[in-house]
């Protein structure tokens, strides 16, 4: 379980550097969304190794947020764009 | 036996994730990126979840959910990802 | 009252069950007033056969969406293009969201626009191009 974790962290710092070294601002926001998606599921495979409810709840909770936040940027963004 | 198919499930997930956000490093336009990102995150995901359903049965109703609020809200997200990058000149 | 506000009402109660995963008698009542007094909406809705079959269309599309994974993950779709799809007639917005929904579900496929005048713009990736 442990080799699972470890796996899903070298997933999850692919999106990290696109993030960095990426100029252009879609890209950016591609590479974020994919952070947000890939950590709650991190959460939720933790929640699930120490057999933790709460944890779970906290992972289901910010899997549904977060991405509703990224979708009110995206539409900031091409506001900012228009103008 | 079950034991096995939770895992393997698992597994298959993480390739789906390596498979689907390697492709993010290149050089693509936005929109051929945002198709491997939904093979990785929503089926992925989907597997990954699906793999911990099996593994324990007990936090069914937790995992359900994170089932079906993954589906929804990546699919939209990756509309309005769409939507957004294509109308807003870039690509 | 029609079967959509049931549907809808339905939905909300199994949310809520998921959610808490608690049957105790406080719990359903406190579900129950819940979903009954998140607002609704009343605009047209859409035949209920017009639902069931959506319905089973994203049973399918589950299956079907990993399968065109494995198909570009097997091989590699390198050709990009936009297509434009007619929207199915008389489709009320809860059941065009739910065919973006679909379309955009299935890797292959991803929804860029929606036209008022019923189109759809799809970009989607093949193999090799088109002669």
Redesign the interface.
């Known amino acids: 379980m442990n080799f699972i974790l470890i796996a899903m962290i070298l997933a999850l710092l692919i999106p990290i550097y696109e993030a960095w070294q990426d100029n252009s601002i879609w890209q950016k926001m591609l590479a974020f969304a994919s952070i947000a998606t890939k950590t709650s599921i991190m959460i939720l495979v933790i929640s699930v190794l120490r057999d933790d409810w709460w944890i779970g ?1 906290v992972a ?1 909770i910010i899997l549904s947020v977060g991405n509703a936040g990224l979708m009110l940027l995206a539409h900031l963004i091409k506001r900012f764009n228009e103008v | 036996m079950i034991e096995f198919f939770s895992y393997s499930c698992i597994v298959i997930g993480i390739i ?1 994730w390596f ?1 689907g956000t390697l492709p993010l490093i290149g050089k693509r ?1 936005v ?2 990126k ?3 990102l ?2 990785a995150d ?2 992925g995901s989907m597997s990954i979840v699906f793999g911990l359903l099996l593994k324990i049965p007990s936090e069914w ?2 995992l ?2 994170a089932i079906i609020t993954l ?2 809200w990546n ?2 997200l ?2 309005v990802l ?2 957004c990058s ?2 807003g000149g870039e690509q | 009252m029609d079967q959509i506000a049931y549907l809808d009402i339905i939905l909300r109660l199994t ?1 809520w ?5 608690d049957f105790s008698l406080a719990n359903i009542i406190i579900g129950v007033s819940i979903a009954f007094l998140l607002p609704r909406s009343y605009t047209s809705s859409g035949a209920l056969q017009d639902w069931l079959r959506v319905l089973w269309e994203i049973i399918v599309a589950i299956p079907q ?2 399968v065109e ?1 494995l198909q ?2 097997v091989r590699p779709h390198n050709e ?1 293009e936009i297509v434009r799809e007619r929207v199915k007639p008389r489709r009320t917005p809860g059941l065009v969201f739910l065919d ?2 679909l379309i ?2 299935t ?2 496929t ?4 929606y036209h008022e005048q019923g189109w759809y713009e799809v ?1 989607r ?1 093949r193999r090799r191009k088109k002669r």
């Open positions: 709840v289901v | 789906f498979w336009s929109l051929f945002l198709h491997s939904s093979v929503t089926l109703p937790l359900l959910l589906a929804i699919t939209v990756g509309y769409a939507y294509s109308g | 949310i069950f998921l959610l808490t995963s969406a990993y994974a570009i993950m990009e973006i929904f955009t579900f890797p292959k991803i929804v860029l626009k970009h990736v």
